[in-house]
């Protein structure tokens, strides 16, 4: 009985999901995310304690964020600074006068019993950016609001010892993004997600990790017939701490709430918190409403003011925004769209790039591709091997700059590139001293190597059989011989050049 009753909502389930995961036809899915960014303040948002991730437990709290009575916050300046950059780089109308307000709940790692936030007049409103979807075309999304708050603290459940608390996160600054229900589906909501964190990192307002949980995402999503202009019930999707787990979680929901539209049933108003083990959303709770909290304005802080001269400073002093500068890099260095996306991921790669193409005594697009090449290959895979570090980069932009002019201009192969390219990045010499050093500049001088052809061609009469006999393929075989004989040091046009060269003299019955 029971398992007739769970075959047939399997099956009736199962019935919405099409083979390729894409949606229902008949409906449309509304989507708007909520994303906590923690700032990379030196101290916490109200009181002097370190702000720093990792720190033994317990170690960075003080009676403000212990919520001792009588302790009394104090705003951290850094903390608007902050929100303020990406106010307007999310093209938002900025409060010049806004209040924080207390939001009241219990939790075992919020020993105040409230969160201080912001309600009614958040700092940012209004705003909106701009992100890059699957096929290049740009989708515009609205931001409701951005305003600042404090984390909790953090328990640990742990089998053995049950459940520890540790307030060190007490008090840290966040930010909270909340998008206009613009977004329509799962891969929309990852390109926005995507776009949030690199902006935060652009702007160095957050470092974007979300495996720390410094950027934390939770999913609004309801659905509803298409054509439909009225909004379905919502639920929220929490617990989303990677862009995988952000996207699946979406695409179960939204079938899970087209199963239950189709079978007559109603979407209820909760929370939800997705399993990533089982790859399915959970119930968690009911959906609380803003009135539960009791919000009323924070008495222990004045409001925030800031000044137009203020706005007009960070806004003077903002960089050049990630998708801006991915088309700019296309225009101007003619790179290919996907070169630019990858060195625009970070800021700093992208610095890195240009810095190289600045360094080149002969600028010109081909090298710009080849210093694209060498930073997608070589640079990121150290870059990678040393768990992401960045800063500093394996070499200085000249060196690599200098190691693509000799590369480009024929003084050295690539094999032996790569070869000085590790050499420069463990010694930190420059590539065209460690090339006169070791001698490695490449060979051209035909004499010695048409004697070095010859030689291979000797040695490999099957290989020169199967040429002639119309295996062409096989020359590269061949260059690679000459190659290896040479140290690496042959110029390979040269070497392919002499080569054919040589099979046609000895192919063509005149010249017998
Ligand atoms: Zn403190």
């Not at 304690?49 to 919520?67: I, R």
């Not at 329509?184 to 979300?210: K, T």
């Not at 929901?253 to 939800?272: D, F, K, N, S, W």
């Not at 210093?371 to 990121?380: D, R």
Request: aromatic share 8%.
């Amino acid at each position: 009985m029971l398992w007739q009753t769970l075959r047939g909502l399997f099956s009736k389930f199962a019935w919405h999901l099409s083979p390729d995961g894409t949606m229902h036809p008949d409906y449309e899915a509304v989507i708007g995310l909520e994303v906590h960014a923690q700032l990379k303040t030196r101290t916490k948002a109200f009181c002097g304690c370190s702000a720093e991730f990792g720190a033994p437990p317990n170690t960075h709290t003080c009676p403000v964020c212990l919520g001792h009575p009588g302790a009394l916050p104090v705003l951290n300046r850094q903390v608007v600074e902050f929100t303020l950059r990406i106010g307007l780089a999310t093209h938002c109308q900025i409060r010049l006068r806004s209040l924080f307000a207390r939001k009241n709940y219990f939790y075992p790692d919020l020993p105040k019993g409230y969160q201080i936030s912001q309600y009614e007049e958040p700092i940012c409103s209004d705003g909106w950016i701009d992100i890059e979807l699957d096929d290049g075309t740009v989708k515009r999304v609205g931001i409701a609001r951005i305003h600042m708050e404090e984390d909790a603290g953090k328990s640990i459940h742990d089998v053995d010892v049950d459940t520890l608390v540790d307030l060190n996160r007490c008090g840290v600054p966040l930010i909270e993004i909340v998008s206009k229900p613009d977004l329509r589906s799962p891969r929309e909501a990852y390109h926005y997600m995507r776009q949030i964190r690199q902006l935060v990192r652009y702007l160095g307002i957050c470092d974007g990790n979300l495996e720390e949980g410094s950027l934390r995402c939770d999913a609004n999503v309801s659905v509803r017939r298409r054509g439909e202009t009225r909004l379905g019930t919502k639920t929220e999707v929490k617990n989303l701490n990677s862009f995988r787990n952000l996207e699946r979680a979406l695409e179960y929901e939204i079938q899970r709430q087209i199963a239950i539209l189709e079978a007559g049933g109603q979407v209820q108003h909760e929370t939800r918190l997705w399993d990533a083990v089982r790859q399915e959303t959970r119930p968690m709770r009911t959906k609380e409403f803003a009135h539960d909290y009791r919000y009323f304005p924070e008495p222990d802080l004045v409001p925030v003011v800031v000044t137009e001269e203020w706005i007009e400073r960070v806004r003077a002093e903002l960089p050049e925004l990630p998708l801006q500068r991915k088309q700019r890099l296309v225009q101007q260095y003619g790179l290919p769209a996907y070169d630019a996306g990858v060195l625009c991921e970070e800021r700093e790669i992208a610095d890195y790039f240009e810095a190289c193409c600045a360094a080149l005594q002969n600028p010109a697009p081909e090298r710009y591709k080849l210093v694209s090449n060498w930073i997608m290959t070589e640079v990121l895979r150290i870059v990678g091997e040393r768990g992401g570090m960045l800063q500093p980069m394996p070499l200085p932009p000249e060196h690599l700059a200098e190691l693509i002019e000799l590369y480009a201009e024929d003084v050295i192969s690539s094999r032996i590139a790569k070869e000085v390219f590790a050499e420069a990045v463990a010694t930190g010499k420059s590539p065209r001293a460690l090339v006169a050093e070791r001698g490695l500049v490449q060979v051209s001088d035909t004499a010695w190597l048409r004697q070095l052809v010859e030689q291979v061609l000797v040695e490999h009469p099957d290989a020169v059989a199967r040429y002639r006999s119309g295996r062409t393929n096989v020359l590269g075989f061949l260059v690679g011989q000459v190659l290896q004989r040479s140290g690496g040091r042959a110029n390979p046009k040269l070497v392919t050049q002499l080569l054919q060269e040589q099979l046609q003299v000895q192919e063509s019955p005149t010249a017998q």
